[in-house]
């Protein structure tokens, strides 16, 4: 297994459709077990999702119902992090998003909004909406388009549903503008993981359902990136025209059980 | 004026922006008397809309109203030709369309559709209809997307509003599929327009106030493109990085004049 010939030292996985499927009720097979193996076995982890119909505190409490054992601190969401990011640059949001998150966003300025923030809005995607944040960019060519993460669709309900990409992209032919992403498959996004691991890109393995996102995501901020078949894994995923992972398993258990079966050390050999 | 060193034997012209502003009720300046100079002067000319949010009928009624002296067979619309296109080919359409239009589609099979038709859907672009339609690509790797033409926005009742090309590229987005467009700026639409006149391309002049899918579409089908400043124009339009308009006229009336004082023979010279 040649991506294995390099020491893991840290992982990254994405939660919905790896921890378990959206929609449903009970953790994927093995997850659990897999995350209590990495704990034991002491190798580093962070999570890295694009989730946004949810707050941090709400995510948490629902993988706690699940069963699992993940501090709210391991997880890396998109939306505080574009809030940072819009508070830093003095950006005054109009917010496309799922009402469950417009409440990390209430101490933003909203009036005169000079950016766009285009998340996972589900049915708030009406046209309506999309007509307000069209005209915040179309009226003010210093008006910026941020989207948390690019996906395409996510499963829900064992159905595919459409996710925020679509709509960001929506929104650049209609402006002439690209977004700015904040989330998968963003470097940016999977750096702040990585310095909080302290570990470089090529000593960690990112594990996800999402070929784009996650996998081409991870590879292309120097990852090796690994392709569970659960989620909105699809078939046709195996013979992507550009996006090859480095490996594909049949679910997070797989893979753990193969990074830790190489049995190398984890952690990088201190000098005495 | 280098665009009409060459003669011109016959016009295209768009109708929304250019014959009447949307959403009002009365025609652009010197569009009317534009008119009655060409068919005075005997200079063939076809209208070819992407407006799919009236019937051919709906539309034919309006301009009369507004005072033009139009036939119905002078102008080129997008939904029969779609609908002439997928009886050929045996597809069943999901119809993402405006309410009006979906009766010129009434005879197609729609059970299960193995093709979407994507049109100016207005508020029928909600999150649930995206969704259908992304399923019928998604659920079936032999349906395709047929968008009926791919313009940004239009302009209604003073405002610029968002148009069915956006929503194209969302579908084109999450199904990783390329939409078919049936309609500007795409050349075979243009084709039935000037085979209709029995004119070759570089002997017309198109005239309309989309710079992409007017200007840009005509070009690319090896017309000349003129850019008027009403309807939708904006002065960035001026500017466009890879769109060079022919010329840029105030509107239809000067495009006219324009073109008629050029005094050359409209009409090719056949041997005695």
Redesign the interface.
């Given at each position: 297994m040649a991506w294995l010939r390099k020491p893991v030292r840290g992982i990254l996985m994405d939660i919905t459709g790896v921890l378990y499927e959206s929609g449903e009720r009970k953790a994927i097979e093995g997850s659990v077990d897999a995350l209590k193996m990495l704990r034991t076995a002491d190798v580093p982890f962070r999570f890295v999702t694009n989730e946004t119909q949810k707050t941090k505190d709400q995510l948490g409490s629902a993988l706690h119902r699940l069963g699992f054992d993940i501090y709210e601190k391991e997880i890396f969401m998109c939306a505080p992090a574009a809030k940072k990011f819009i508070h830093d640059l003095n950006y005054r949001p109009f917010l496309l998003v799922h009402p469950n998150v417009e409440a990390e966003f209430a101490e933003c300025d909203q009036n005169q909004p000079n950016c766009v923030i285009v998340a996972d809005?589900?049915?708030?995607?009406?046209?309506?909406n999309?007509?307000r944040a069209?005209?915040v960019l179309?009226d003010n060519?210093d008006s910026v388009l941020i989207t948390l993460g690019k996906g395409?669709?996510y499963k829900e309900h064992d159905?595919?549903?459409?996710?925020v990409?679509?709509?960001t992209?929506?929104?650049?032919?209609?402006a002439?503008r690209q977004a700015i992403v904040i989330g998968k498959p963003g470097e940016e996004f999977f750096r702040m993981a990585l310095e909080d691991m302290k570990l470089r890109p090529d000593e960690v393995v990112m594990i996800g359902d999402d070929l784009v996102c996650d996998v081409g995501g991870a590879q292309s901020a120097g990852m090796r990136g690994v392709l569970v078949r659960t989620g909105k894994f699809r078939p046709?995923d195996e013979n992507h025209a550009s996006i090859k992972p480095d490996a594909i398993v049949h679910n997070l258990m797989e893979a753990i059980q193969r990074i830790l079966s190489t049995g190398r050390p984890t952690k990088p050999v201190l000098p005495q």
């Open positions: 809005a589900g049915s708030n995607f009406t046209y309506e999309m007509n069209f005209h179309v060519d395409k669709y159905k595919l549903t459409m996710d990409g679509p709509f992209a929506a929104l650049e032919y209609a002439e046709t």
